[in-house]
T-cell receptor, first 113, second 114 residues
Framework: EDKVVQSPLSLVVHEGDTVTLNCSYE??????LLWYKQEKKAPTFLFML????IEKKSGRLSSILDKKELFSILNITATQTGDSAVYLC?????????????FGKGTKLSVIP | GAVVSQHPSWVICKSGTSVKIECRSL??????MFWYRQFPKQSLMLMAT?????????EQGVEKDKFLINHASLTLSTLTVTSAHPEDSSFYIC??????????FGPGTRLLVL
């Protein structure tokens, strides 16, 4: 059973569009939610969210967490072709006495000129 | 800061041989490193958690005798794929834990076993 579910699985938009990527989770002993961007190689860190309702922002990217409804969104405004990548959501939680990080399957974003 | 390197980037080997992959934290010390495997068009799957100075903790279904992990220092963890077979061909990625939860990833190693 998937603990972290991302939607949509794939998305194609035109440059300049705004996109919203979704991540819902179901874990006990939640610690934080992390967003990563994966192009051809390993994921690069975008955001870590621990508190509800506080928006994290970096340039055209922003993200927010809702711990009551158990989801997070990642927004990208004025998309560019360089934003094309797989965006991964991961949830850190305490399991079996240790720290665990579980990834969703990712959302593949394609930005076309 | 928080740069993680992996070596090699690419490796092609014959079936039955062993392959060692190194993961280094370049500008910080990492008591905990993680090893992931990623198959095409799939997400990252955690293989094991590597703690400096102690035995690695393996995820269910991962053979510890096949995937040997050594975390000999605070900046180096190694993964050795022993007696590699074609089904071991994958993208292997390490990460190092920084602070409470954030993990920074190495660039990954693509393994192709012929």
């Amino acid at each position: 059973e998937d603990k972290v579910v991302q939607s949509p699985l794939s998305l194609v938009v035109h440059e300049g569009d705004t996109v919203t990527l979704n991540c819902s989770y179901e874990v006990t002993n939640f610690r934080s939610l992390l967003w990563y961007k994966q192009e051809k190689k390993a994921p690069t860190f975008l955001f870590m969210l621990t508190s509800s309702g506080i928006e994290k922002k970096s340039g055209r990217l922003s993200s927010i967490l809702d711990k009551k409804e158990l989801f997070s969104i990642l927004n990208i405004t004025a998309t560019q072709t360089g934003d094309s990548a797989v965006y991964l959501c991961a949830v850190a939680y305490s399991g079996a006495g240790s720290y665990q990080l579980t990834f969703g399957k990712g959302t593949k974003l394609s930005v076309i000129p | 800061g928080a740069v993680v390197s992996q070596h090699p980037s690419w490796v092609i080997c014959k079936s039955g041989t062993s392959v060692k992959i190194e993961c280094r934290s370049l500008d910080f010390q990492a008591t905990t490193m993680f090893w992931y495997r990623q198959f095409p068009k799939q997400s990252l799957m955690l293989m094991a958690t590597s703690n400096e100075g102690s035995k690695a903790t393996y995820e269910q279904g991962v053979e510890k005798d096949k995937f040997l992990i050594n975390h000999a220092s605070l900046t180096l963890s190694t993964l050795t794929v022993t007696s590699a077979h074609p089904e071991d061909s994958s993208f292997y990625i390490c990460s190092a834990r920084v602070g409470q939860e954030t993990q920074y990833f190495g660039p990954g190693t693509r393994l192709l076993v012929l």
